[in-house]
């Protein structure tokens, strides 16, 4: 029986000793939950990869509770980098930089660079302090899904998902919903300017924004460049995902609050702004799959701010039904 504990500081602190003794701890983060273990336990994370079902030369974001922790895993860090760091850590922003020795191929696929976060979520924050505090130097962490399936927003999406694929020792913190609902911006930092490769809540706006105060720094964020390892198709509910066409009866529908629900289709999601939206999105395609609908139609929201992560995952969730 897998242990899912409550956040209390004792659960945080066994949690932490825990992932040092080789163990796999999901724990929740602002993005999404993740799935735990220690970044230079190679054992450990092979049994990641494992439960997760994902292959071997797909890498993983390495959490450290800390910039002061970042040049542990990465070197070569560009100016603009370290300042992005400065501003947005903690928070929902991963940095891809060239990896340090401690970095092995069996965390970053088998590539020369290295994705490292610094998550804001308190309980996050809490047991990664706890782990380095024990002398952990960082934890892996891929989202706590099946591999290509829609990330988990709350402890019992994640044992819904994993709880029967992990081991008694493993366990699962309980925190609640997480605050944003979509993964990191991931932002590729081994060129001359930052590349957004995976768009989340921590925005374009918001990077071009800070951006221009530092003239010396050069942004292409418009950018198509595809991160190492994507797929086409992820995100994906059981259901079939359309962003176009209409909604017969039975069939789940997701837009924007003050769009009307097409007749007999079955209101998922009414969504009053973007912040909204991805907060609700995965919680939607989890609950049309419990549910047992087999279709659901989504009226995609504008590009804006964090509309732009949820049109990236809406255009990947339904690419199986594009082909
Ligand atoms: O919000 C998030 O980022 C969540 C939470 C748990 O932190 N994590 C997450 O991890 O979404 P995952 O593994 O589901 O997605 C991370 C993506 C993968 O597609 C992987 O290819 C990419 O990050 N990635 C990691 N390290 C990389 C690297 N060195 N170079 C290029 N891409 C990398
Ligand atoms: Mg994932």
Not at 74 to 92: H, Q
Not at 196 to 212: S, Y
Request: aromatic content about 8%; glycine content about 8%.
């Amino acid at each position: 029986m897998i242990n899912t504990s409550n956040c209390t500081h004792l659960a945080i602190r066994n949690a932490a000793k825990s992932l040092i003794a080789g163990n796999l701890v999901a724990f929740p983060t602002e993005t999404v939950y993740g799935l735990g273990a220690d970044a230079t336990n190679q054992e450990a994370i092979a049994r990641l990869y494992k439960v997760k079902g994902r292959p071997t030369d797909h890498p993983i974001i390495v959490h450290i509770s800390s910039i002061r922790n970042l040049r542990k895993w990465a070197r070569e860090i560009p100016v603009y980098a370290m300042n992005l760091a400065k501003i947005f850590w903690p928070g929902p922003m991963t940095l891809i930089l060239p990896k340090t020795e401690l970095a092995k191929d069996f965390i970053t696929g088998y590539q020369d660079t290295v994705g490292i976060r610094v998550p804001s979520n308190p309980i996050a924050l809490s047991l990664l302090s706890e782990f380095e505090t024990r002398g952990g130097l960082g934890v892996a962490a891929p989202s706590a899904n099946k591999f290509g399936k829609v990330s988990p927003t709350t402890a019992s999406d994640v044992v819904l998902d994993l709880g029967g694929l992990l081991a008694s020792e493993d366990q699962i913190l309980n925190g609640g919903d997480c605050l944003i609902g979509v993964e990191s911006t991931i932002i590729d930092c081994t060129r001359n300017e930052p590349i957004i490769l995976r768009p989340g809540a921590v925005t374009k706006e918001q990077l071009q924004n800070f951006l221009k105060f530092n003239k010396s720094v050069n942004v292409n964020l418009n950018s198509q460049v595809k991160y190492s390892g994507s797929l086409d198709s992820h995100y994906s509910p059981v259901a079939k995902v359309f962003l176009t066409g209409t909604p017969n009866i039975g069939d789940g529908f997701i837009a924007y609050s003050h769009i009307k629900t097409p007749k007999g289709a079955i209101r998922l999601a009414s969504p009053k702004n973007n912040e909204e939206y991805a907060h609700l999105l995965y919680k939607s395609f989890r609950y049309a799959d419990f549910e047992g609908i087999s279709k659901i139609y989504v009226i995609p929201p504008n590009n804006y701010g964090v509309g732009a992560a949820i049109c990236d995952r809406l255009i990947k969730s339904s690419y199986k039904n594009l082909t």
